[in-house]
């Protein structure tokens, strides 16, 4: 036998040519592929079935860029299987390009990573559901625009019709149908003899071969067609496929592309462009204002709802009638509200209580998060608004049974929200600091990233299969019966570019210092994990970046995981600190009974004022006004005149005018003169004359009262109503206990039993971890030694057994070769049935058999493991030469 080492052959399948991949190579597959190790495949030929599956396929090419994908639907068109040459030609063309060759070695090595394309470069073969799914066919068009070759569409004509076909193509006749259509098909794939045919053709017939060049590839013909298309036809230029529809073939289109399967290439990502510059300092100035105002629009939503918020509806969510008065309240648009009280859901600080009458209410979780610190509770915030897959820019849409689509209701989560979200403002970072990026070029830079997913999501799938061959080639039926097939990851894109705007993670478009530290990038203009960097060039509007921008199709990098998230979180909130005003301990007393708050307040300073005063304005500064009813409202929650004179005294900067003064003692003179309890309702006052200026006023007359005594009135109405009426009238009565003395009424704080965060909606199986990928590794290389290794031949056999059924042995054969095994340390392979009754296949290396029990070391699980010998349900030695 030579020492020299043969060369491998090639592999015959799939699996052979995952078998012969190294263990980093594997690792990289399934952690692209993570839906491939779920459950963990029992050897390297079930994970190569499951890598051909159409559900594992599709979702394989939707995670694509544009240039990768062009790859896969050339080689779709390409023979099968095709050299790189050939491959090469068709996505450069007869006359070449620089950028397409020097990009295809990457494209191509992503479809071998994900396992959509094996073999060498001379024989490229695309997995056969990836060939189904893009190859041209009437039902779904090929992305290229190209149509079937000449022996498809040549299929369905009787034999003569071929052998008239390549007479009257300037060929002579054959013997059969087979060699008449490669003479054809040779014929229309030579250039020079192509040329010389075409230049016969009358130039109506070149004019509608122009027509169909670029797709659809079908058209349709009478009877008695046209001269110009009878021309055709008696070539094959075209050829029938049905009655009345003919089809341009694939090597003629070819010819006349030049040898292009696309029409546009796109070997590298276009560019994310400047839209502007700022100085650093100005974006996260007006980042930190942003991120200030939305702290405290989510805490002036959370008080308006803190004595419960409003119902929710039957088949969940807010009403179109309770989110225009939160709309209201908050003094903002419709979408804005809803993008407000989606973000505090998703922060875990609002729920549903789940009371039989359910209402929308603060979680406990509320009151912790109020006591942390600013930067603190806009971290929290971000983090959730990052991770979420809840899109609020979809409410008010229709879902795909035509439901309207609620806030806080089902329908709204998108699997792609987070890894958009991430992208974008990954992108953003990827240009200079104070660089605002131009929206349209991180669209296209989106669509070109992921063109498959770019109409409808994971949650819109009616039939995945259908959709990817749709999307491939224009069509997104399903996606538009959703409401989202004006390409859902655009919009989301544009979602996120405003609500990281409205949320402070970007400052006049561009990224802000703690916003870039919200993703874990790092200060300089460089992105996270591998992201492009930038120069620090100061650039004009619409300048575009430098060219490694342009050219470098680097990998998209994942979101974080939770640790990372929590970790760049905190990086977030120790930057944004500084940045944020500090809470003061005063306001500016005025004499037109206002109090100006120069800035955000210390809290116990504004619970009381907000008791106290109504707020007139909000802004950089919030104005408050005093009045009548809010003096008693402060009143009624147990304060006195005195308090209330102290507490102005101390926090106001300037002396407490003359006018508010009057006020408040004019409203304590007169609050609780009037008292009312429960009678059904009773008013008592030691005043008759009060009694009976009530008594003769025509208001009260809804009130039903009556005098009981010279100082008391019944009324028929509830104390509650009793109070309103009284106090529309203009007295000030003070509510009493069944002893007589006077209730303080304070706001009761409704809270939902605890409530954690809504989990965000997975958009398939998660990544695997390292752990997971090196157990999962071993497990299949051991399994898959089990399933291929040699056996020895049983009794008189002659030679080695090749494995893969799971072997059967009486028990005391079983029994027998265990204990050989231990004696000579060999290897053997079991197949075992566990406690659920799942069966499996496994190496093991005997090292002790007693008292029923094999203690062995499995090669499977590489640890040592005991088994019953009873469910070991028969054994086989394995052949020397594979030990």
């Not at 200030?292 to 805490?299: G, H, I």
């Not at 025509?698 to 009793?722: I, W």
Request: hydrophobic share 45%.
């Amino acid at each position: 036998m030579s020492t020299e080492e043969k060369p491998a052959a090639a592999p015959r399948s799939l699996a052979e040519a995952l078998r012969r991949r190294d263990d980093a190579s594997l690792a990289a597959l399934l952690r692209s592929r993570p839906d491939l190790i779920t459950p963990v495949p029992t050897d390297l030929t079930q994970l190569a079935t499951r890598a051909g599956t159409r559900a594992s396929v599709v979702r394989a090419l939707e995670r694509l860029d544009r240039f990768a994908l062009q790859t896969a639907e050339a080689l779709a068109v390409a023979g099968d299987p095709a050299s790189y040459g050939e491959l090469l030609g068709l996505l450069a063309g007869d006359d070449g390009d620089p950028a397409v060759a020097a990009a295809l070695p990457r494209a191509l090595g992503t479809l071998r990573e994900q396992a959509l394309v094996w073999g060498g470069d001379d024989v490229l073969r695309l997995v056969r559901t990836a060939r189904e799914l893009l190859s041209p066919s009437p039902q779904h068009p090929s992305p290229t625009g190209l149509g079937p070759s000449v022996r498809e569409a040549a299929a369905g004509m009787s034999p003569g019709r071929i052998q008239e076909v390549v007479v009257a193509a300037g060929l002579a006749s054959t013997h059969d149908s087979v060699s008449a259509v490669a003479a054809l098909a040779a014929l229309f794939g030579d250039r020079e003899r192509m040329a010389a045919l075409l230049d016969e053709a009358p130039a109506e017939s070149v004019e509608v071969l122009e027509r169909l060049l670029w797709g659809p590839p079908y058209g349709q013909v009478t009877a008695d067609p046209a001269p110009r298309l009878r021309w055709l036809l008696d070539r094959g230029l075209l050829l029938p496929t049905a009655p009345g529809t003919v089809v341009l073939p694939r090597e003629v289109a070819l010819h006349l592309r030049g040898g292009r399967a696309h029409r546009v290439t796109e070997p590298v990502p276009p560019p994310v462009e400047s839209a502007g510059t700022h100085r650093p300092q100005v974006v996260d100035a007006t980042a930190a204002g942003q991120a200030y105002t939305a702290l405290a629009t989510v805490e002036e939503l959370l008080k308006d709802w803190d004595e419960g918020g409003p119902a929710v509806l039957r088949s969940g969510g807010l009403s179109v009638r309770d989110l225009k008065r939160t709309a209201v309240a908050l003094d903002v648009p419709e979408p804005a509200a809803a993008f407000w009280v989606e973000l505090a859901y998703a922060a875990g600080l609002l729920a549903s209580d789940g009371e039989e009458d359910e209402r929308y209410a603060a979680t406990p979780a509320y009151d912790e998060w109020r006591e942390r610190p600013a930067a603190e509770r806009w971290a929290q915030l971000a983090s959730a608004w990052l991770t979420a897959t809840r899109a609020p820019g979809l409410v008010g849409g229709r879902d795909a049974k035509d439901r309207a689509l609620a806030a806080l209701g089902p329908g709204l989560d998108r699997s792609a929200a987070p890894e958009v979200r991430h992208r974008v403002l990954t992108l953003l970072a990827g240009l200079p600091e104070g660089h605002a990026a131009a929206d349209a070029s991180v669209l296209a830079r989106l669509r070109w990233e992921r063109p498959l997913r770019g109409r409808g999501g994971a949650a819109d799938r009616q039939d995945a299969g259908q959709r990817t061959a749709g999307a491939a080639s224009g069509a997104a039926a399903s996606a538009a019966a959703s409401g989202d097939g004006d390409d859902l990851r655009s919009r989301l894109a544009r979602w996120t570019l405003a609500e990281a705007e409205m949320l402070g993670v970007t400052g006049r478009g561009a990224l802000s210092t703690h916003g870039r530290a919200l993703l874990g990038a790092p200060a300089a203009a460089s992105g996270p994990r591998g992201t492009e960097r930038a120069d620090a060039a100061d650039r004009g509007p619409g300048d575009k970046l430098p060219v490694h921008h342009r050219t470098a199709p680097l990998p998209v990098p994942a979101p974080l995981s939770p640790a990372e998230q929590a970790t760049a979180s905190a990086a977030a909130a120790r930057l944004l600190a500084p940045l944020l005003p500090e809470p003061l301990d005063h306001v500016l007393l005025q004499a037109d009974l206002t109090a100006v708050a120069p800035g955000p307040l210390q809290r116990p300073l504004a619970d009381v004022l907000d008791v106290l005063a109504d707020v007139e304005s909000k802004g950089g500064a919030t104005v408050y006004r005093f009045t009548p009813g809010s003096v008693r409202r402060a009143l009624d929650a147990g304060q006195t005149a005195a308090d209330l004179h102290a507490f102005l005294a101390a926090h106001s900067r300037t002396p407490v005018p003359q006018p508010l003064a009057y006020l408040i003692d004019d409203v304590a003179r007169r609050h609780g003169h009037l008292r009312v309890g429960a009678a059904s309702a009773y008013v008592r006052c030691d005043d008759d004359a009060v009694l009976n200026e009530i008594l003769a006023d025509k208001r009260a007359a809804g009130l039903g009262l009556r005098r009981l005594a010279p100082t008391v009135l019944a009324a028929r109405t509830d104390p509650a109503g009793l109070l309103e009426g009284l106090r529309s009238m203009g007295f000030a009565p003070a509510a009493e206990s069944a002893e007589g003395d006077v209730l303080i009424t304070r706001a009761h704080a409704r809270r939902t039993p605890p409530r954690t965060a809504p989990e965000p909606v997975p958009d398939g199986p998660p990544v695997p971890d390292a752990t997971l990928l090196t157990a999962a590794i071993r497990a299949i290389r051991a399994g898959d030694l089990a399933s291929t290794a040699p056996l020895k031949a049983a009794g008189d056999g002659d030679g080695p057994v090749q494995g893969g059924e799971l072997p059967r042995t009486t028990a005391a054969e079983t029994l027998a070769t265990m204990q050989a095994a231990v004696l000579t340390g060999e290897a053997l392979w079991i197949g075992y049935v566990n406690a659920d009754g799942a069966a499996s296949q496994r190496v093991i290396a005997p090292v002790r058999v007693e008292g029923g029990f094999v203690t062995a070391y499995d090669h499977t699980a590489d640890e040592v493991r005991t088994y019953p010998l009873h469910r070991i349900t028969g054994v086989a030695e394995l052949a020397d030469e594979e030990r």
